[in-house]
């Protein structure tokens, strides 16, 4: 039947003052339902939001048809975090509606400066990991990939960092108590997932590998999505975030009215804690069963989810690995593939083998980490009560590959049993990242050393099985949030400079940059932008710590989570050794600097929180001595995040990148700064050494053994060597036994003190003179002004390769092979 009826149209957002006015004051009446007179700062803010939003929703509409008309191949980016940061700004750019909002505002009496304090940052992520799948949702929008990214909407995002005598204290971040004007809520597509319960044979498979599952418990996933707007396109893709809701029997009416409140709500609760909180750690496994369930749950709704959108325009499934690509985000979203051979098998009665061949195809992973307590595994018992059919699924699995092992090395049992996606030794536990290399077509490494050191060491035995299956994609970072956003002085200076804003989307265009490294003109700018953004820093440090911080002082900031293998002790180790002689010396000619450290550490990661603790200690030892402070602060910006992060890398000059090398997957705050103008200190770790073999290495200070050497130190390190011969060392340690930092307790800091002379896991002793010896050489650049602001200049001009535009164009060469799909004004 055909309807003659006309389509009805949506009507058009204007954009002009008087539509964008006249829209927000209908919004402030009809959707906030308010008045001007009555209404509060948080109305004027959802109002704002949902004026800008509506420029966006058109684009979605449009996106959403254009991509039903091609039916073409689509990216999914399952991932259990993203690091989103705030919307309000990032969507009056997309939609260039800044210049309609701003005057607007200022007649209504305020400001987007002071609304955008009711933009909440959705915290759903720990650091880098989610961070990056945000950056690689932002370039593929801004590339016009077609792409949805799929996450849990956590109730509660990463906690909130405060201090209490030094100490880390963590409150829950409610971060959608006041709304969130951002997302949409899509009911329809809601689905069910199950868990524990039992399998059964059917009667119909004389294969004997299709099975029923009966699972015991089932919830309900709700999605909702946030728009992704790409940059200077009109391609608005999503990230759709799923809830866990019990079912709609749940409430137990008859238990409430006799009055057990609590029992009858239980079955809600338990099923609600599934979505309630993200892991606030991002390197250690934590054998927790609820975990699990959020990873399941993450990965069951999302692959009904994509096996519904297949199929509004596709039959069968001999398509599905050429419309679908999926990314794996690290070993959280593993189950997937599991998952997607149960659908097929189980549900769709698909043979095995050709199951087999499609989930082969469907999937792609990428790794994230080199430190063998982060390589995910999860105890067979646990599986089998949990998720028993999957159980017997990754049994089949890995019968059918280690018979392929057997074929490809005949009689090399040792070979099988490091291969096998079960390990053996001790209890029985499946290793999450085999299971992925085996189910995916290809395995990506962040950096060139890292891809480097997993096939020759983590994964080496894969790689010695299937070479091919090995890339290296370098990871990047949006320029449009990390420079246009963060720096807006910056990116006038660089859109004078080239000539245009092409950059914010070619930011190759920043080697224009370099021709300028010698102008003294030029040089001025950059160092005066600089300065008006340290200006920017030092009002946000001494508002949230009290601290005055000098704006012409070098600013050296260490910015990432807390982690042993970053090694946040021998930066401290530096900081003390300042403080030591320039106590012992007043007079003693040092640059004056400021250390900035931000971070958080897990709430169950003890020696971290320790270090966190004597951070402010030192901290403020240095800050109140009279000598000491006229030259030297320190500060630890409390509950660094994205929104922080904004304000920090702009301002800062000296960008420290100092992991044991061999640790660091990538890094990239080091981008981040580096596209800044900060100029980096660090060893020959993850991406650092891409950033100095792009910037130079006369721009770039290095220190410190590199993995190799790392690796043979590990051998014979005797950390109280170190300790014995160097009395810097040995004075900074000291300081911090003798209790200096602890008004004289000698206990409180000693388990730090006891883990860098007892083992020195991660070596900081080994390169603390070095590092040491590295820094004076950053006083002695820093004291020639000019010659700084060459180097950061360079810095700048030569890290275009870094932008996430160039990793996102490096997965689709190598991995996705999709297409563009232009989105049509
Ligand atoms: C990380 C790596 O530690 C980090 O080096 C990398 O830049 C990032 C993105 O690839 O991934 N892996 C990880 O588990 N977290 C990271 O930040 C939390």
Same mark, same amino acid.
Not at 373 to 382: I, R, S
Not at 627 to 639: M, N, T
């Given at each position: 039947?055909?309807?003659?009826?006309?389509?009805?149209?949506?009507?058009?957002?204007?954009?002009?003052?008087?539509?964008?006015?006249?829209?927000?004051?209908?919004?402030?009446?009809?959707?906030?339902?308010?008045?001007?007179?009555?209404?509060?700062?948080?109305?004027?803010?959802?109002?704002?939001? /949902?004026?800008?939003?509506?420029?966006?929703?058109?684009?979605?509409?449009?996106?959403?048809?254009?991509?039903?008309?091609?039916?073409?191949?689509?990216?999914?980016?399952?991932?259990?975090?993203?690091?989103?940061?705030?919307?309000?700004?990032?969507?009056?750019?997309?939609?260039?509606?800044?210049?309609?909002?701003?005057?607007?505002?200022?007649? /209504?009496?305020?400001?987007?400066?002071?609304?955008?304090?009711?933009?909440?940052?959705?915290?759903?992520?720990?650091?880098? /990991?989610?961070?990056?799948?945000?950056?690689?949702?932002?370039?593929?929008?801004?590339?016009?990939?077609?792409?949805?990214?799929?996450?849990?909407?956590?109730?509660?995002?990463?906690?909130?960092?405060?201090?209490?005598?030094?100490?880390?204290?963590?409150?829950?971040?409610?971060?959608?108590?006041?709304?969130?004007?951002?997302?949409?809520?899509?009911?329809?597509?809601?689905?069910?997932?199950?868990?524990?319960?039992?399998?059964?044979?059917?009667?119909?498979?004389?294969?004997?590998?299709?099975?029923?599952?009966?699972?015991?418990?089932?919830?309900?996933?709700?999605?909702?999505?946030?728009?992704?707007?790409?940059?200077?396109?009109?391609?608005?893709?999503?990230?759709?975030?799923?809830?866990?809701?019990?079912?709609?029997?749940?409430?137990?009416?008859?238990?409430?009215?006799?009055?057990?409140?609590?029992?009858?709500?239980?079955?809600?609760?338990?099923?609600?804690?599934?979505?309630?909180?993200?892991?606030?750690?991002?390197?250690?496994?934590?054998?927790?069963?609820?975990?699990?369930?959020?990873?399941?749950?993450?990965?069951?709704?999302?692959?009904?989810?994509?096996?519904?959108?297949?199929?509004?325009?596709?039959?069968?499934?001999?398509?599905?690995?050429?419309?679908?690509?999926?990314?794996?985000?690290?070993?959280?979203?593993?189950?997937?593939?599991?998952?997607?051979?149960?659908?097929?098998?189980?549900?769709?009665?698909?043979?095995?083998?050709?199951?087999?061949?499609?989930?082969?195809?469907?999937?792609?992973?990428?790794?994230?980490?080199?430190?063998?307590?982060? /390589?995910?595994?999860?105890?067979?018992?646990?599986?089998?009560?949990?998720?028993?059919?999957?159980?017997?699924?990754?049994?089949?699995?890995?019968?059918?590959?280690?018979?392929?092992?057997?074929?490809?090395?005949?009689?090399?049992?040792?070979?099988?049993?490091?291969?096998?996606?079960?390990?053996?030794?001790?209890?029985?536990?499946?290793?999450?990242?085999?299971?992925?290399?085996?189910?995916?077509?290809?395995?990506?490494?962040?950096?060139?050393?890292?891809?480097?050191?997993?096939?020759?060491?983590?994964?080496?035995?894969?790689?010695?099985?299937?070479?091919?299956?090995?890339?290296?994609?370098?990871?990047?970072?949006?320029?449009?949030?990390?420079?246009?956003?963060?720096?807006?002085?910056?990116?006038?200076?660089?859109?004078?400079?080239?000539?245009?804003?092409?950059?914010?989307?070619?930011?190759?265009?920043?080697?224009?940059?370099?021709?300028?490294?010698?102008?003294?003109?030029?040089?001025?700018?950059?160092?005066?932008?600089?300065?008006?953004?340290?200006?920017?820093?030092?009002?946000?440090?001494?508002?949230?710590?009290?601290?005055?911080?000098?704006?012409?002082?070098?600013?050296?900031?260490?910015?990432?989570?807390?982690?042993?293998?970053?090694?946040?002790?021998?930066?401290?180790?530096?900081?003390?050794?300042?403080?030591?002689?320039?106590?012992?010396?007043?007079?003693?000619?040092?640059?004056?600097?400021?250390?900035?450290?931000?971070?958080?550490?897990?709430?169950?990661?003890?020696?971290?929180?320790?270090?966190?603790?004597?951070?402010?200690?030192?901290?403020?030892?240095?800050?109140?001595?009279?000598?000491?402070?006229?030259?030297?602060?320190?500060?630890?910006?409390?509950?660094?995040?994205?929104?922080?992060?904004?304000?920090?890398?702009?301002?800062?000059?000296?960008?420290?990148?100092?992991?044991?090398?061999?640790?660091?997957?990538?890094?990239?705050?080091?981008?981040?700064?580096?596209?800044?103008?900060?100029?980096?200190?660090?060893?020959?770790?993850?991406?650092?050494?891409?950033?100095?073999?792009?910037?130079?290495?006369?721009?770039?200070?290095?220190?410190?053994?590199?993995?190799?050497?790392?690796?043979?130190?590990?051998?014979?390190?005797?950390?109280?060597?170190?300790?014995?011969?160097?009395?810097?060392?040995?004075?900074?340690?000291?300081?911090?036994?003798?209790?200096?930092?602890?008004?004289?307790?000698?206990?409180?800091?000693?388990?730090?003190?006891?883990?860098?002379?007892?083992?020195?896991?991660?070596?900081?002793?080994?390169?603390?003179?070095?590092?040491?010896?590295?820094?004076?050489?950053?006083?002695?650049?820093?004291?020639?002004?000019?010659?700084?602001?060459?180097?950061?200049?360079?810095?700048?001009?030569?890290?275009?390769?870094?932008?996430?535009?160039?990793?996102?164009?490096?997965?689709?060469?190598?991995?996705?092979?999709?297409?563009?799909?232009?989105?049509?004004?």
């Amino acid at each position: 039947m055909t309807d003659a009826r006309p389509r009805p149209t949506m009507r058009s957002v204007g954009s002009t003052l008087e539509e964008f006015e006249r829209d927000l004051i209908s919004n402030l009446y009809y959707q906030r339902g308010t008045t001007l007179e009555s209404a509060s700062g948080s109305d004027g803010y959802h109002t704002l939001a /949902l004026t800008v939003r509506d420029r966006l929703i058109e684009r979605y509409a449009r996106t959403a048809a254009a991509h039903y008309e091609a039916n073409p191949r689509f990216v999914y980016y399952l991932s259990a975090e993203y690091l989103l940061g705030r919307q309000l700004r990032q969507n009056l750019l997309y939609t260039d509606t800044e210049k309609l909002a701003r005057p607007i505002a200022a007649q /209504l009496g305020t400001s987007i400066e002071e609304l955008e304090r009711y933009d909440v940052e959705p915290g759903l992520g720990n650091g880098g /990991l989610g961070r990056l799948a945000a950056c690689l949702l932002d370039s593929m929008a801004t590339l016009d990939i077609p792409a949805v990214g799929y996450g849990i909407r956590y109730e509660f995002g990463i906690f909130k960092q405060g201090f209490r005598d030094g100490a880390q204290v963590e409150r829950p971040d409610d971060w959608t108590f006041y709304g969130n004007p951002w997302e949409f809520p899509a009911p329809d597509d809601r689905q069910k997932v199950g868990f524990y319960g039992a399998t059964a044979p059917v009667l119909d498979d004389p294969s004997g590998l299709r099975r029923q599952w009966s699972p015991g418990e089932i919830v309900r996933g709700e999605p909702s999505h946030m728009l992704v707007p790409g940059y200077g396109t009109q391609t608005v893709n999503i990230v759709r975030l799923w809830r866990a809701r019990a079912s709609r029997e749940s409430f137990d009416l008859s238990r409430f009215g006799a009055g057990q409140y609590k029992e009858a709500v239980e079955d809600i609760t338990r099923a609600e804690n599934i979505s309630k909180v993200l892991y606030p750690d991002d390197s250690t496994e934590q054998g927790r069963e609820l975990r699990l369930k959020q990873q399941y749950f993450l990965v069951a709704c999302s692959l009904r989810d994509i096996i519904r959108r297949y199929r509004l325009r596709n039959d069968g499934w001999d398509a599905f690995p050429a419309k679908v690509v999926v990314q794996l985000n690290d070993t959280h979203p593993v189950m997937a593939v599991v998952e997607l051979m149960r659908l097929l098998v189980d549900e769709y009665r698909v043979d095995w083998d050709r199951a087999w061949s499609i989930t082969r195809r469907t999937f792609n992973y990428t790794c994230h980490t080199l430190l063998p307590e982060a /390589l995910e595994t999860w105890p067979v018992a646990l599986l089998e009560r949990l998720l028993p059919r999957h159980m017997e699924l990754i049994y089949s699995i890995n019968y059918f590959f280690l018979q392929e092992v057997e074929a490809t090395f005949p009689g090399d049992g040792d070979r099988v049993r490091r291969l096998s996606i079960i390990s053996e030794d001790g209890e029985r536990r499946v290793r999450m990242a085999h299971l992925a290399v085996v189910a995916s077509s290809a395995v990506n490494g962040v950096a060139e050393l890292h891809t480097r050191l997993l096939t020759e060491t983590t994964l080496r035995d894969f790689a010695e099985l299937w070479p091919q299956k090995f890339h290296n994609v370098t990871n990047g970072v949006t320029p449009r949030r990390f420079v246009r956003m963060a720096n807006p002085r910056l990116s006038e200076l660089i859109t004078t400079t080239t000539g245009s804003e092409r950059w914010i989307t070619d930011l190759d265009q920043l080697d224009a940059l370099a021709g300028k490294a010698d102008d003294q003109e030029f040089l001025d700018r950059w160092r005066a932008v600089k300065r008006a953004n340290k200006v920017d820093l030092a009002a946000l440090v001494e508002q949230s710590t009290g601290v005055v911080m000098d704006p012409d002082s070098l600013c050296d900031v260490m910015i990432k989570r807390f982690h042993e293998y970053k090694r946040q002790h021998l930066k401290l180790l530096h900081v003390i050794t300042l403080f030591n002689r320039l106590r012992e010396d007043p007079d003693l000619d040092v640059v004056p600097r400021t250390v900035l450290f931000g971070g958080k550490a897990a709430p169950g990661y003890h020696s971290m929180k320790l270090l966190i603790r004597l951070v402010n200690a030192v901290a403020e030892a240095v800050n109140t001595d009279p000598v000491v402070s006229r030259h030297l602060k320190v500060v630890l910006q409390p509950d660094y995040n994205v929104s922080r992060a904004l304000v920090v890398i702009p301002a800062a000059d000296l960008s420290e990148q100092i992991s044991l090398a061999g640790k660091e997957a990538s890094g990239t705050g080091n981008m981040k700064l580096a596209l800044n103008g900060a100029v980096t200190i660090g060893t020959l770790d993850g991406a650092n050494i891409e950033i100095r073999d792009r910037v130079g290495a006369e721009n770039f200070f290095l220190f410190g053994l590199d993995a190799q050497q790392a690796e043979e130190q590990r051998r014979h390190h005797n950390p109280r060597a170190y300790y014995e011969t160097d009395p810097d060392l040995r004075a900074a340690i000291d300081a911090i036994a003798n209790g200096v930092f602890a008004k004289g307790d000698r206990t409180l800091f000693a388990p730090v003190v006891d883990a860098m002379l007892g083992r020195d896991e991660y070596l900081a002793l080994a390169d603390y003179r070095a590092y040491m010896e590295c820094q004076e050489r950053v006083e002695r650049a820093w004291r020639d002004q000019d010659a700084w602001a060459r180097m950061s200049v360079l810095n700048a001009a030569r890290c275009g390769f870094f932008s996430s535009d160039r990793t996102v164009r490096d997965y689709c060469d190598l991995i996705w092979r999709v297409d563009p799909v232009r989105v049509t004004g």
